[in-house]
């Protein structure tokens, strides 16, 4: 799982606030763990931003992320310190999810 596939998979989900489709470049990837990936999106329609968490199995381990820019790599580096407590939220909330991005979208 690559990010191209990650940001093509963004690409069929659509706003929840105006319905515009998001597109490659409003996709930005915050940070993985394992296979749980940390998204940020930015609508071009209606510029509001969402943060998205998607699990993408592919029955090996995820490789590396290699292609961002440096300081995309920086900020990532920052960003991804994730707790216990992050851990606990983030094992309750994927219990919940269904797997509908639009919904998360429209909260
Ligand atoms: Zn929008």
Redesign the pocket.
Known sequence: MDERLIKRLMMAVR??????RYEGENVRILGRYSDLWFLSVY?P????QGLVAAVLKEGKLPELVTDLAEEEYAKFREIAVVDADDMLDLHNFLKEFDGDFSRIFSK
């Open positions: 706003c929840g606030v105006c319905g515009e609508c329609g209606c510029h509001s």
